[in-house]
């Protein structure tokens, strides 16, 4: 059995659309494409070390159709890291379409959910997402992630799209691993730690005045 683990450049409100330019995805009005970019001058190594890390193991992509299509129009045309790696490492695809994937090593999967969950029971490498947001949707809905890793930038944007939406299924998570550049950035690694649990910290007998606030409240709400 393999691990899945979702990786992604987030915001402080955790928006992960189009961190590396203007162009990336436009959709819903998004017009702060790019908004990682200035922060990779400012890197002491802690962000490139944690992306050289997660990528010196062995890994196979799993990419979200549009995430694929971003990456199929960069990586075999370029040299730069990680370029050599994503170009040789197994392309699994969400999509709908049936149109041919021409980046080398791709495979379509149109059940994300279903192939997904069963190439967890495989033997091969960890399977790794890069953004693909849509796609991180149906995983967080299947509670199909094993590990999180997260890439926080120091920016708040609004709107657009984010990590977590309503759908994902409630859970805890456990810490593993954390690191701050001197820029704010900051890397996080989370693992699957069980289900959510509740506590209180109201009063045993609720006042007078929390009685009428709660009386209030199913008022408004009915």
């Known amino acids: 059995m393999r691990k899945l683990v ?23 009005g998004f017009a702060f494409g790019g908004w990682t970019v200035p922060y990779w001058a400012k890197d002491d ?24 299509e971003i990456f199929a129009a960069h990586w075999p045309h370029t040299d730069e890291p990680p370029a050599a790696i994503f170009n040789a490492a197994r392309k699994y695809v969400a999509t709908r379409s ?14 994300a959910a279903t192939d997904i969950a069963r190439l967890k029971q495989e033997s091969g490498p960890d ?19 094993d590990e999180i890793s997260l890439i926080t930038f120091p920016v708040v944007l609004g709107k657009g799209k984010r990590f977590f939406s309503d759908g994902a299924k409630p859970t805890t998570l456990q810490l593993t691993d954390t690191k701050c550049s001197s820029s704010g950035v900051t890397v996080s690694r989370y693992a699957r730690a069980g289900r959510v649990e509740i506590g209180t910290f109201e009063l045993p007998e609720p006042s007078p005045d929390e009685k009428a606030r709660r009386e209030r409240v199913a008022r408004e709400d009915s």
Do not use: C
Request: aromatic letters at 6%; glycine letters at 12%.
């Open 98 to 111: 049936d149109a041919p994937l021409a980046w080398n090593n791709s495979v379509a999967l149109h059940d």
């Open 127 to 145: 399977l790794l997402t890069q953004g693909s947001s849509v796609l991180i949707q149906t995983l967080l809905a299947t509670d199909l992630i």
């Open 45 to 68: 190594g802690v962000v490139g070390g944690a992306l050289g890390a997660m990528f010196e193991k062995p890994f196979d992509l799993l990419l979200g159709r549009k995430t694929y």
């Open 6 to 28: 979702a990786a992604a450049f987030v915001s402080l409100d955790g928006v992960m659309q189009a961190p590396g330019g203007p162009e990336e995805d436009r959709s819903g």
